[in-house]
């Protein structure tokens, strides 16, 4: 049978092309075009967050200044707590300058005992037990002195007891306990001690 086109009435002829024509544009819309405006659309949400994060960015670009600032701000006040809360115990060095303000005071240390320490959540606290020759005058410049270290030492538990047969320059012996204060290290888990000595040094003879 001969399906020749040109044999159906013009009518038919145009029904024909027009099915055709629309089945090409239906076969391209769905094997072109549509793939196409997804990936478009993919792109286009794709632009949007991008805009959004260097939005987020250029924000973030205008504040680093302040961070810096904040940052060094932060730095000098970690400095300064570290000149009164130490993270190292060192017991010889804070000998040394009691011994210096004593000397100062005209007072004898008789005895430097360091004690274990006391931890707490950022801080350790390390008790010494002094004893102390000289008289009134002298123990309260003494006290005086080492409550304007820039360390913080707590002087606390005072007992005073005075000579039978006084000198001039020694009527009383005095035991306190000298309370200074550690910095934890926040990456030593558990240690609860500082990074320096446990220990101290015996305790210190007195003067002749």
């Not at 000289?134 to 080492?146: E, K, M, Q, T």
């Not at 002087?155 to 000298?178: H, L, Q």
Request: proline share 7%; with cysteine; charged share 25%.
């Amino acid at each position: 049978m001969d399906l020749s086109l040109s044999k159906l009435p013009w009518q038919a002829q145009i029904g024909a092309f027009a099915v055709v024509a629309l089945g090409a544009a239906g076969g391209f819309y769905y094997q072109f075009e549509m793939p196409a405006v997804a990936e478009m659309e993919a792109r286009r949400t794709q632009l949007v967050a991008l805009r959004k994060d260097i939005t987020k960015g250029l924000t973030t670009a205008k504040k680093l200044p302040e961070f810096r600032a904040g940052v060094t701000d932060l730095e000098n006040r970690l400095a300064n707590l570290r000149a009164i809360l130490p993270e190292e115990k060192d017991a010889a060095d804070l000998l040394r300058r009691m011994q210096s303000v004593a000397v100062q005071s005209n007072l004898d240390i008789r005895s430097f005992k360091p004690n274990p320490t006391v931890t707490k959540e950022l801080h350790a606290e390390w008790p010494i037990s002094l004893e102390l020759q000289g008289n009134y005058h002298n123990l309260a410049l003494f006290f005086d002195r080492v409550g304007k270290f820039t360390r913080i030492i707590n002087i606390t538990g005072v007992d005073i007891k005075g000579f039978e047969r006084p000198s001039p320059n020694t009527t009383i012996t005095a035991r306190c306990t000298a309370m200074t204060f550690v910095l934890l290290d926040p990456a030593a888990k558990g240690g609860g001690r500082g990074r320096g000595r446990a220990g101290g040094p015996p305790p210190p003879p007195g003067r002749s």
